[in-house]
C-alpha cells in the first residue's frame, strides 16, 4: 500500500511531537493523526473522539502490518520536516549575520 505522511505542525507539546495527515494509496485520507513519544519509542495516535468509556479510535489499522507501515512513514516524514525546519533557522540566522545590501526587488523561487 502505498501511503504518503504530510507534517502539519511540529511540536513539542506534552508527549505530541507532531500532527500529520495520511494519504492511502492515493484513494483515502485520514486527518489528525499526532505522532506520540511513548515510553517504549515513538507511535502514531488516530482520531478518536471521548466516548463514556473513554477514548475510541475513529479510524485505524486492522493489520499490525500496516500500523507499522503507517509509523514508519509518519516517523520518516516528521525526521525530514524536522531536518528542513533546522535547515531554515540555519539559514535565517545567517542571513541576520550578513550585511544587508539594497539589490532591488528580490523574486523567492520554489
Known amino acids: 500500500m502505498k ?12 508527549k505530541c511531537l507532531a500532527q500529520l495527515s495520511a494519504t492511502l494509496d492515493n484513494s483515502f485520507a485520514i486527518r489528525g493523526l499526532r505522532l506520540m513519544e511513548g515510553k517504549n519509542g515513538l507511535f502514531l495516535n488516530f482520531p478518536s473522539y471521548k466516548g463514556r468509556s473513554g477514548y475510541v479510535d475513529i479510524c485505524f489499522p486492522i493489520t499490525t502490518e500496516l500500523r507499522q507501515q503507517m509509523t514508519s512513514t509518519a516517523v520518516a516524514a516528521y ?5 528542513h525546519h533546522q535547515e531554515q533557522a540555519e539559514r535565517l540566522r545567517g542571513q541576520q549575520k550578513a550585511p544587508v545590501q539594497e539589490t532591488g526587488p528580490v523574486m523567492e523561487m520554489g
Open 3 to 14: 501511503i504518503n505522511m504530510k507534517v502539519y505542525s511540529l511540536e513539542q507539546e506534552g
Open 79 to 83: 525526521y525530514q520536516a524536522l531536518e
